[in-house]
């Protein structure tokens, strides 16, 4: 489950009377598994979900969590991943986490929940999809499961159905040439072009570079790309924002089937999304540009 359905089952389980933990890692340095605000539910059955890393370090504070809850207490403790140091765990990762523990009760458990629901949904990157196909519907759904809000937008009305993508924030059915009118992509945004055909990709495409977006994906063939990039080109767009669009779309692993491309759109998203936020992992390693 996400964060969001962890945090509606926590909320309910405080409406049924029960208690629980809430450990957050609030700072990290090194090489560690998760980064700060990862956190998990701890009930009196143990982990209900989430989690602060996996291993060693999870197993620990799921035991302290279950400590403090049992003493109805809030608490902070630090974790060294570092074998060999001083107090370390025994891991091999490299870094220290300190975790927050904070117990839930009651109405008051509720709201701290509340306002951390809040801001997560607050944080959720938005993801405008073009075109309402199969792969379409598999990209779609792989975007929310990793923390996307996602809009779709299609001149069909049986593609641009609700049924068609229940999971979505928004089913617009609108005429690709009158798209500004319907769509509204904000700065920060991320957009992925996979309509019927090269035409309406060409129509999305234009309109996305005209906006503030930090992504524009566009599916299909290295000679289709070529082929929209210079009618793009004879519209006057400059050469650079349209190389800045990631065409053909998504991280090159030989995929062929809709899950698969689902899979390398997701990928590339992902990495887009951890240089934007400046993610320690993305600053530590190497990354690849797989295109």
Known sequence: MDNLELIRLGTEKLKNGENLEFAQIISSS????????????????????GTVGGGTVEFLAQKDAAEFLGKEEDGEKPYNLSRGKTESIGMICGGDVSISFTWLSGEDGISFLTEKEKKIREGKPVCWIFGGGHVSVCTAAELVRIGFDVMIYDDRPEFASPDRFPFAKEVICASYDEIGKHATVKEGDYVVVMTRGHVCDY??????????????????????????????LSDGIPAEKIGACFAPIGIQIAAETPEEIAVSIAAEMILVRARRENRRKVR???????R
């Open 203 to 232: 129509e999305a495409q234009k309109f996305a570079i005209g906006t503030k977006a930090c992504y524009i994906g566009v599916i299909g063939s290295h000679a289709k790309t070529a082929e929209v990039s210079r009618k793009l």
């Open 284 to 290: 530590e390693h190497k990354t690849i540009d797989y």
């Open 30 to 49: 090194g090489s560690t598994p998760r980064g700060n605000d990862a956190f998990m539910l701890i009930g009196t059955e143990g982990c209900i979900g």
